[in-house]
Nanobody, 121 residues
């Protein structure tokens, strides 16, 4: 059973930054593509960013392109989501996931518990 532990959320003002982390202990890190998704109250879970190992590519939702960066630390089995220039519409619970690295939630088998990000105006 793959367990993902995401963290790093919090309350930040518009224009601020946060860095989310997702630790993936206990399994070969390069087995899965990794993604970040978010879900706001009353809305469906939506894709934010992901990467695949082969090919070595990163992908972003249009709404976060140029502001968010997904990265990984192989030695620490950790995936990061650096979020800059945050906007109130970025407010949501953010989830990391392990799977294909696609933009679709159905492409992921394992999910973190979620971390709340709140951006005040």
């Amino acid at each position: 059973q793959v367990q993902l532990k995401d963290s790093g959320g919090g309350l930040v003002q518009t224009g601020g930054s946060l860095r989310l982390s997702c630790v993936t202990p206990g399994y070969p890190f390069k087995t899965y593509g990794m993604g970040w998704f978010r879900q706001a109250p009353g809305r469906e879970r939506e894709f934010v960013a992901s990467f695949t190992w082969n090919p070595d590519m990163t992908y972003y939702a249009d709404s976060v392109k140029g502001r968010f960066i997904i990265s990984k630390d192989n030695a620490k089995n950790t995936v990061y989501l650096q979020m800059n220039s945050l906007k109130p519409e970025d407010t949501a619970v953010y989830f990391c996931a392990a799977g294909t690295g696609s933009a679709h939630p159905g492409g992921y088998d394992y999910w973190g518990q979620g971390t709340q990000v709140t951006v005040s105006s």
